[in-house]
């Protein structure tokens, strides 16, 4: 494996398992956070929080297992993908809403810089996934010949 690529994959799992306690922790503050997004149905916060939460743990342990890699990277895309967008349409309908993110370091406002952060992150995370891609397409070029 690659140093850059393991790097990364820490780098993200570590990421993931972090915000999905620290949302374990702060759930009711996260339901709160879910409830004040604008693409969040009325009330659906306790609906969304647990699978939300829950996908952040798998994630992550999925970025640290090998075999699970290739479905770990998917999934952390679009996880970061939908929060990247959510966060943007509440910064521009909902500014000063509460980001569901990093309770236990500050209850923080969503602001320009989350939604720059989650960008870098789903970088990150697009990046994995294409030379995941290009490692498959490569070895099924070598499989055939």
């Not at 690529?5 to 306690?21: E, K, M, Q, S, V």
């Not at 009711?28 to 306790?46: C, E, M, N, S, W």
């Not at 969304?48 to 895309?77: D, K, S, Y």
Request: aromatic content about 8%; proline content about 5%.
């Amino acid at each position: 494996m690659k140093p850059l690529r393991a790097i990364t994959l820490g780098f993200l799992a570590l990421l993931f398992l972090y915000a999905g306690l620290d949302k374990a922790f702060h759930y009711g503050g996260f339901v709160k956070a879910l409830d004040g997004y604008v693409l969040v149905p009325h009330g659906a916060g306790p609906h969304l929080a647990l699978p939300l939460l829950a996908c952040e743990l798998l994630v992550g342990v999925g970025l640290l297992v090998r075999p699970w890699q290739p479905a770990a990277v998917r999934v952390a895309t679009v996880l970061l993908a939908l929060f990247t967008v959510a966060l943007a349409v509440n910064q521009r309908y909902a500014p000063g809403a509460e980001c569901g993110c990093w309770f236990t370091l500050t209850v923080s406002r969503a602001t320009t810089s989350h939604i720059a952060q989650d960008l870098v992150l789903l970088a990150l995370a697009v990046g994995l996934w294409v030379e995941e891609r290009k490692a498959t397409s490569t070895t099924d070029i070598v499989r055939r010949s």
